[in-house]
């Protein structure tokens, strides 16, 4: 019904996207800064674009950033909530014909 609850939280909100039909969220528990989240995702994605699931990319992108010294507050707050062997589907290329047409505009 769209009420704030309090006390419901992230982990909350993600509950519902996945009961809306989402089969994984990745949420944090607390605040985390712009940069270090960025770096975290950019594991995390990265890990899904090299076939992991959802829980080995997040697992493999906190553990790395634990290795190269992050701060447990930058990347122990992320978790998964939902089917953690979740997969990306392989992007779909572009025709040949449809990217040489495309022209970024400035």
Known sequence: DGRVVAGEGAEGLATRFVAAGARA???ARWEVGDAATA?????????LARGRTAAEALRDAQVAARDAGAAARDWAAFVLVGDGSVRL?????????????????T
């Open 25 to 27: 969220v990745v949420v």
């Open 39 to 47: 770096r975290l995702m950019a594991a995390f994605y990265d890990g």
């Open 89 to 105: 589907a392989a992007p779909r290329r572009a025709s040949r014909a449809r990217s040489a047409r495309y022209t970024p505009q």
